[in-house]
Each structure stands twice: as C-alpha cells, then as structure tokens.
C-alpha cells in the first residue's frame, strides 16, 4: 500500500553532480519527515539527510554537508535530494524513507522505505 520510490540514479564522472527524486503513495505525506540514507557494497546504512514534514528544517550528515541538498513538494508527494561535488566514496545505493519520529537520524526510527536507486561516481 505504502510506495517510496526512488529514482535518478546513475553513473557520473567525480566532480559531477545528480538529483534524485523519491514519489511517495498510500500515506499521509504532509506528517512525514522525510529521508535520505545510502549503503555501499559490505557498509551500513547509513544517515544522508532529512526534511521535516512542513519543510521547514533540514539535517545533513557531516560528510554530505556543503555538497547534498534536501527538498520536498508535498503538493507532489515528493522529496529531492540533490548531489554535487561527487566523489568515489559516494557511490551507493541511495534510499528514500519516511518517519514519524522526530529529528529521524537512525535506519531504526523510519517506518517506510523505497527499493533504492543506485548511485555510481567513477574515478
């Protein structure tokens, strides 16, 4: 009933940039914070950023900071994250996440997740 998915993946040249787009279903998008984590091959899931419901506050990882924007639409049941500055470390599979939690920093505290769209910078 519940759908993330997730899309703009691909490959891209370091130093590049992309955006991902995650379309939500079948939940009330406007009381979901919404987030972003990544997980390389043999790595934890790890945090990338997140937007509360209203869109009003943002929370990058340190390692994302300066380079990553999170955005949502919730006229369009969307959440955008937009990538710059790519290097090879950011290479991952990239996943979209809804919670009801509050300041959402653990895989733990998100109740929906997308399949994931993977995201591969070449060095």
């Known amino acids: 009933q519940v759908q993330l998915v997730e899309s703009g993946g691909g490959l891209v040249q370091v130093g590049g940039s992309l955006s991902l787009s995650c379309a939500a279903s079948?939940?009330?998008?406007?009381?979901?914070?919404m987030g972003w984590f990544r997980q390389a091959p043999g790595k934890q899931r790890e945090f990338v950023a997140y937007?509360?419901?209203?869109?009003?506050?943002?929370s990058y990882a340190n390692f994302v900071k300066a380079r990553f924007t999170v955005s949502r639409d919730n006229a369009k049941n969307t959440v955008h994250l937009r990538m710059n500055n790519l290097n090879p470390e950011d290479t991952a599979v990239y996943y979209c996440?809804?919670?009801?939690?509050?300041?959402?920093?653990?895989?733990?505290?998100?109740?929906?997740w997308g399949q994931g769209t993977q995201v591969t910078v070449s060095s």
């Open positions: 996440a809804a919670a009801s939690a509050v300041s959402p920093l653990e895989v733990s505290e998100y109740d929906y």
């Open positions: 079948g939940l009330a998008f406007n009381k979901y914070t």
């Open positions: 937007i509360t419901a209203s869109g009003l506050t943002t």
